[in-house]
């Protein structure tokens, strides 16, 4: 087999197994570990790594592709570098730096290798294929209460949060699908939904896939999902025809008004009924709107006081690094050992914002914001294409959704999501015309 073939099969392979995760087998080598993603991006690298000996010219194309258009990404493995010279705990830091030397270098690796519309094709045919099979465990999930061995609500985590017991019980019928938690689901629902209604041609199958997913967001509870939800059902008429709007915008309005009313509903009637699992959620339901009603979600919801604590503490070590940035880890260090506000274990800021900019910097939290203002400008250039419109909505939907969960510097999603974005500009640039 040629050696290209070979390479683009691999980096397929490795796409599609970093939505897996550690779903599978985990070796456990000491410092680090090794599970089906990384395992396929050593190969796929040592692949890399022949190509560029035997035809150097290649190298050149890889940094010319990287530097035009992964740029944030270069600029970001730079700042890793520089930040790394003031480490105080390499414990803490060895796991964050080497999780993003594998994704800074896999999205670099990805641009280089995504050169026709046939190689877009099948990326976005793996994130549709992941999509339907999350759509089917959440479904799952919901009806059943069982989860997944990687999920928080598995029966085999509640020994490790024994604290938490009762209201992980209480919240085992939030789809998790692949994820640790409903909150990393929903960000991953919210960056899939307007994705998928632009780019499934057969309106029926747009709906109930798009539905679908609607409903599994609406079930994770995750508020600050639900409000990029508002946005991204806000942001859609802007991106349909006058015909489409026609019928979308009364929708629209008339879920607003059910939503309303159904809340109202919900935080003034007790439900009394038998089964367990319908129960335990709609008290779940009930409960969030009522303590969101009075205003009493900083005194009352554990959670919310749990973020908060983290919000003062990131704020607090990033500005004692005159806003240079804790460094790769420190921050979960300082939370750990010297913290000014109790946060229980939780030492992740659980701000995907907050954490670039209390680790990295204003440096890298500038261009993080020029990076998606870049993408979305383009992707508004390009607004004749359909799949840029999904695109384009997904990121506005992704800005409040992303303020939610836990670990966003391994949430492959997230980092697929910039892949897909780039690699699309890459190739509508090159054709000049739509391609999806």
């Known amino acids: 087999m040629h050696i290209s073939r070979l390479l683009k099969i691999s980096f ?20 680090f570990s090794l599970y089906p ?22 190298v050149v194309r890889f940094f010319h592709s990287g530097v035009r258009y992964g740029w944030f990404f ?26 993003l030397l594998i994704l800074l270098t896999f999205i670099l690796i990805s641009i280089y290798l995504i050169e026709d519309e046939q190689d877009f094709q099948t ?11 999350n759509l089917a465990i959440g479904m799952w999930e919901v009806m059943t209460g069982n989860h997944l061995p990687t999920s928080k609500y598995h ?14 019980y209480k919240r085992s019928f939030m789809p998790t699908t692949f994820f640790n938690n409903q909150n990393n689901f929903a960000t991953y629902l919210t960056l899939s939904i307007p994705v998928v209604f632009f780019y499934v041609r057969n309106t029926l199958w747009r709906l109930l896939l798009s539905g679908a997913g609607v409903f599994l967001l609406l079930a994770t509870l995750s508020r600050a999902n639900l409000i990029a939800l508002f946005v991204e059902a806000l942001a859609l008429p802007f991106f349909l025809s006058r015909r489409q709007n026609a019928i979308y915008i009364p929708v629209l309005i008339t879920s607003m008004v059910l939503s309303v009313f159904t809340v109202y509903v919900i935080a003034t009637t007790p439900l009394g009924i038998k089964d367990q699992r319908i129960q335990r959620f709609y008290e779940n339901v009930r409960m969030k709107i009522v303590n969101f009603m009075k205003g009493g979600m900083g005194k009352r919801e554990l959670s919310t006081r749990i973020r908060i604590g983290l919000i003062q503490n990131s704020i607090y070590y990033f500005e004692k690094t005159s806003g240079l ?6 921050l979960e260090y300082y939370i750990d050992k010297y913290p000014i506000a109790y946060t229980y274990y939780l030492k992740n800021p659980h701000n995907w914002w907050l954490e670039i900019l209390a680790k990295y910097g204003i440096p890298i939290f500038i261009l993080y914001i020029l990076f998606l203002i870049y993408l979305f400008y383009n992707f508004l250039h390009f607004r004749q294409c359909p799949l840029a419109r999904g695109f384009a909505i997904a990121l506005l939907g992704f800005i409040p959704g992303s303020i939610s969960p836990s670990g966003m510097m391994t949430f492959f999603p997230m980092w697929a999501f910039f892949i897909m ?16």
Not at 12 to 28: A, E, K, M, R, S
């Open 12 to 31: 397929w392979i490795t796409f599609l197994l970093g939505y897996v995760g550690v779903f599978g087998f985990v070796i456990d080598l000491g410092p």
């Open 37 to 58: 993603f990384r395992l396929f991006y050593l190969i796929l690298v040592s692949i890399l790594a022949v190509r560029w000996l035997t035809d150097t010219r290649e």
């Open 74 to 99: 270069m600029a970001w493995l730079v700042y890793l570098i520089f930040l790394s010279i003031w480490i105080v705990n390499v414990d803490y830091a060895k796991n964050e730096i080497f999780n």
């Open 123 to 133: 990326l976005m045919k793996i994130w549709l294929f992941f999509y339907i099979l």
């Open 155 to 168: 029966i085999s985590s509640f020994s490790t949060y024994k604290a938490e017991v009762s209201i992980l």
């Open 325 to 330: 940035g804790t460094g790769p880890g420190q």
């Open 421 to 436: 974005s780039i690699g699309y500009i890459k190739v509508l640039a090159g054709k000049k015309k739509c391609i999806l």
